[in-house]
Structure formats: structure tokens, C-alpha cells
């Protein structure tokens, strides 16, 4: 009787080994597998196409390059900053609007004469009211000016094309958004000294956060 006591007793130790075992791993899942999902990707930005400094790089000055922070007036209302490649566009004034440009002229533009092109960047952003009203919606824009073919030179560059795209309410305390605009530049034969102007136009109080900024030919 004591042998089978005994036994009894060894066979219980183990069942209780094996359920306390089980508990253990429904309780504590793997530590590599719940590191692993709970990593998002890494961001890859698109092609920058014709576009220069995608990655809105600072000079040794601390300014953008090759790109220009423009506002409606001189009272400074607007203010940037630059993170890891994302470009932070804030209101803190006033002024109804500020806009973050590239322009490309003379042999930068020549390439895209005649192309059908597409403006495109990856936005987010935090709006308030904090200003009031806004005076049209935050927006990217496309604006395309020159001289017309046999127009008289003396009136100066016009506005050829105006074209933009409005930072919607989707942007809102989510997730990255893709906006973008397309548009056609007239050839050589039609407009002489063309200035094309891609800009990232903010009117709300908050701020817009820009990244992965392309110009590319509307086709690719």
C-alpha cells in the first residue's frame, strides 16, 4: 500500500508541475514575438524626383535649404522646425497666412517643360482656432509663372497655372495622409521664363507636419 501511496503521490507532483507550466505561458506571452508586433515599420520615403532636399536638411546657419518660410506680412506669425526628416510648419501670429516653398527656375525647370507633373508629400496635423477663421483652407499648391509667347515683355511674368490641393479634417490626429497635385507645364514655345513654385500653404492655427516631399512625372 505504501508503494502505491507513494506512486500516487509522485504522479500527483507532476500533474501539478505540468499545469502550473501551462499557466505560466498563456500568462506571460514570448518576450520576442510581442517586441516584434509591436514595431511599426520604418518609414520609406518615396523618391524625391526633381525635388532638392527632400529631408527639408537645415544649413549651417540653422536655415532650410533650398527651401523658404514665406508669410503674408512682416509681423513673424509662422515658425519651422525640422525633425528627423519631418518638417513642422506652426502659426503663432497674426498673419492669416505662411507658406514653406521650393522654386525652380531657369536650367532646374527646363527638364519639366511640356511634362504633365505630380506634387506629392505624406502630411499630418494638430489645427486649432486659436486665430479665428481661416481665411481659405491649409492647402499644397502649384503656382506656375511667365511670360506668354509674344505677350510684351514689359508686363512682367503672369500667372499661367494655380493649382492646389486642401489639407482636409482626415489629417486630423491620425495616422499619415498622402496629398497631391497634378499639373501641366506649358512647353518652351509657349511661355519664356517660367518660375515654378511648390508650397505647403498653412492657414490654421496648430501646426502641419510635412514628409516625403516628391516631384515626379505624373506617368511613373
Known sequence: MQVIKGCGLLILAVWLGLM??????????????SSSSSTAPDYVA????????AVFELSEQGQLANWTLLQHS?????????DD?????TRTGDEPW?????LLKGDAVKPLLGKTLKFSADIKA???SQWGEAMEPPAMTVLVKGVRV??????????????KTPVSDLSMGVSWHRYSVEFTLPTAAEVRGIDLELSF?????????????????ASE
Open 150 to 163: 509674344g505677350a510684351p515683355a514689359m508686363l512682367g511674368k503672369s500667372i499661367i497655372v494655380s493649382k
Open 46 to 53: 518615396p523618391d524625391p524626383g526633381y525635388l532638392k532636399s
Open 126 to 128: 494638430d489645427f486649432t
Open 201 to 217: 500653404l498653412m492657414t490654421e492655427g496648430g501646426t502641419m507636419y510635412v514628409r516625403g516631399p516628391a516631384l515626379i512625372e
Open 20 to 33: 502550473a507550466g501551462c499557466d505560466r505561458s498563456g500568462s506571460e506571452p514570448d518576450q520576442a514575438s
Open 85 to 89: 526628416g519631418v518638417l513642422s510648419l
Open 74 to 82: 512682416s509681423d513673424t506669425s509662422y515658425s519651422v522646425t525640422v
Open 98 to 102: 505662411g507658406k514653406v516653398r521650393q
